[in-house]
């Protein structure tokens, strides 16, 4: 199975700033057809998860352009600017490579 | 707008089964996949494995495989899964998701509320 790897915040992030959430792959996510097969999700408190970013760097429809996804074939980043209090919860990478789908084991984010 | 409401709380005894389901509004589930998502208390998430509602096609992730049954009722517009011989470890909250707008029936952009199972003699 493919593992993915999340880092840690260093929490709390001051209002206003931003927050780089950071996600390794243990194989390349990158396919032969150019497209990289990673998914970004977010779960608020008490509530289902939602989705972010997919294809590494595409923004879901409705997600703030304050979110921004990035990487390479293995590493990746989400980067929020000017987090929000909204913005708090759990962040998941997620890959759609290879069955069975794999999840990072979250990255908390809390606001100051 | 696409809803995805599941059944109730169950709890069920070791060794029961327990069914859920996860019915769509909105949207015909034949266009898409139906997948299920398992959340351990405090832990993260885990994928159970995905049915094609056109077919009913299934693939589970390997350590699944004898515990869920994926089925959907396109007449319905409803999915299924059915959890056998329930143990402590299957405790969970269990999450049906779906695609609707993004360009692959892998990314999972409309979820369910989440239905909370709690195994318990």
């Known amino acids: 199975d493919i593992v993915m790897t999340q880092g840690a915040l260093p929490n709390p992030v001051p209002s206003g700033e931003s927050a780089s959430i950071t996600c390794q792959s243990s194989?390349?996510?990158?396919?032969?057809?150019?497209?990289?097969?990673l998914n970004w999700y977010l779960q608020r408190p008490g509530q289902s998860p939602q989705l972010l970013i997919y294809?590494?760097?595409t923004r879901a429809s409705g997600v703030s352009d304050r979110f921004s996804g990035s990487g390479s074939g293995t590493d990746f980043t989400l980067k929020i600017s000017r987090v929000e209090a909204e913005d708090v919860g759990v962040y998941y990478c997620?890959?759609?490579?290879?069955?069975?789908?794999?999840f990072g084991s979250g990255t908390k984010l809390e606001i100051k | 707008e696409v809803q995805l409401q599941q059944s109730g709380a169950e709890l069920g005894k070791p060794g029961t089964s327990v069914k859920l389901s996860c019915k769509v509004s909105?949207?015909?589930?034949?266009?898409?996949?139906m997948h299920w998502v398992n959340q351990r208390p405090g832990k993260g998430l885990e994928w159970i494995g995905r049915?094609?509602?056109?077919?009913?096609?299934?693939i589970y992730a390997e350590k699944f495989k004898s515990k869920a049954t994926l089925t959907a009722d396109t007449s319905s517009n409803t999915a299924y899964m059915q959890l056998s011989q329930l143990k402590s470890d299957d405790t969970a909250i269990y999450f049906c998701?779906?695609?609707?707008?993004?360009?692959?029936?892998?990314?999972?952009?409309?979820w369910g509320q989440g239905a909370s199972v709690t195994v318990s003699s």
């Open positions: 294809w590494m760097s």
């Open positions: 194989k390349s996510l990158l396919y032969s057809d150019g497209k990289t097969y």
């Open positions: 049915i094609d509602p056109a077919n009913g096609n299934t």
């Open positions: 909105g949207y015909n589930i034949r266009n898409t996949y």
């Open positions: 998701a779906v695609t609707i707008a993004a360009t692959s029936h892998y990314v999972m952009d409309a």
């Open positions: 997620q890959q759609f490579l290879e069955f069975p789908l794999t």
